[in-house]
């Protein structure tokens, strides 16, 4: 149980162009979903946590407009990166949680590559 | 915010050798996790602790939650190649409530 998939796993897309990654609680309903960024040998660093049915939440630094997140649905988040620019070529990741549950599971994560 | 001191960086050992790793905070964590990432996955639940004091094993590996509630510490014993990887402390609660504060990783390489 408790699986969460990602989706896609690499993409490469070209500058200027916006991308989504999607985000899926397969057999568990997730009342809240996380996205991190991670380079490479580095640690997860939270972009954002984002409720189902409200406005996703920001960490300090993070530009909102930059990363759009939604999370229409208690089984489905998405990220949206705009106008991406080689600066956010990175490996992002997601994880979902349910209330009560304190083993956050992980999604597989996706390489973006923006040219 | 919160912190979490994950030490050594990084270890080089030999198969058949144990391996220890540890994490240290200034902040009380309700929960301890540590999580495996493979390269290009993201990271998998190892051993999740949810008592101080708690010492809890899965298979080859040991992991105990300090009685301050501030460390935390891992074992591998008779490390095999597929231990390749790194290794993340994870604690929640504390200050930052609701989210996940990771320790900077442990890489780990096993040489056969």
């Known amino acids: 149980g408790a699986v969460v998939s990602q989706h896609p796993s690499r993409v490469i897309c070209k500058s200027g162009t916006s991308v989504k990654i999607e985000c899926r609680s397969l057999?568990?309903?997730?009342?809240?979903m996380f996205w991190y960024r991670q380079f490479p040998k580095q640690s997860l660093m939270l972009m954002a946590t984002s409720n189902e049915g409200s406005k996703a939440t920001y960490e300090q630094g993070v530009e909102k407009d930059k990363f759009l997140i939604n999370h229409a649905s208690l089984t489905l988040s998405t990220l949206t990166v705009t106008s991406a620019h080689p600066e956010d070529s990175s490996f992002y990741i997601c994880?979902?949680?349910?209330?009560?549950?304190?083993?956050?599971?992980f999604g597989s994560g996706t390489r973006l590559t923006v040219v | 915010g919160q912190q979490l001191n994950q030490s050594p960086q990084s270890m080089f050992i030999q198969e058949g050798e144990d391996v220890s790793m540890n994490c240290t905070s200034s902040?009380?964590?309700?929960?301890w996790l540590w999580y495996k990432q493979d390269p290009g996955e993201g990271p998998v639940l190892l051993i999740a602790?949810?008592?101080?004091?708690e010492l809890t094993s899965n298979g080859r590996l040991t992991a105990q939650f300090g009685i301050t509630r501030k460390d935390s510490f891992l074992n591998i014993s008779a490390s095999i190649p597929s231990d390749v990887g790194i290794y993340f402390c994870?604690?929640?609660?504390?200050?930052?409530?609701?989210?996940?504060?990771f320790g900077q990783g442990t890489i780990l390489t096993v040489h056969p």
């Open positions: 994880s979902a949680s349910t209330k009560g549950v304190y083993g956050y599971t």
């Open positions: 994870a604690g929640f609660g504390g200050t930052s409530y609701g989210k996940l504060t």
């Open positions: 902040s009380i964590f309700n929960t």
């Open positions: 057999d568990f309903q997730a009342t809240t």
């Open positions: 602790l949810y008592k101080a004091g």
